[in-house]
């Protein structure tokens, strides 16, 4: 069994920034590949930026420059790092894991999701 726990959002306003957290724990060997989504109403869910084991990043190109992805010293915590936030960055982020099991199998995992809001 696998937790995840987001954390890190709020109400910022336009050009500011935020840092989401998403903490694993659980019987995890290793996390193989991690990411953001986000989520914005009526619209679908969009990558935000990935990250893979060996450290190869992609960011969707709206985010480019503004927003890096990264893991935590603690091995299994990855991090969003936003700034210069912009109001159509407005939604709820999901963090995604694919997590190497102690029963050595590859799982997927959700994050319960963190709202960002910008807004003056």
């Known amino acids: 069994q696998v937790t995840l726990v987001e954390s890190g959002g709020g109400l910022v306003q336009p050009g500011g920034s935020l840092r989401l957290s998403c903490a694993a724990s659980?019987?995890?060997?290793?996390?193989?590949?991690m990411g953001w989504y986000r989520q914005a109403p009526g619209n679908q869910r969009e990558l935000v930026a990935t990250?893979?084991?060996?450290?190869?990043?992609n960011y969707a190109d709206s985010v480019k420059g503004r927003f890096t992805i990264s893991r935590g010293n603690a091995k299994n915590t990855v991090y969003l790092q936003m700034n210069s936030l912009k109001p159509e960055d407005t939604a709820v982020y999901y963090c995604?894991?694919?997590?190497?099991?102690?029963?050595?199998?590859?799982?997927?995992?959700w994050g319960q999701g963190t709202q960002v809001t910008v807004s003056s």
């Open positions: 990250l893979s084991g060996s450290g190869r990043t």
């Open positions: 659980g019987s995890i060997l290793n996390l193989n590949a």
């Open positions: 995604n894991l694919h997590v190497l099991t102690s029963r050595l199998s590859v799982d997927d995992y």
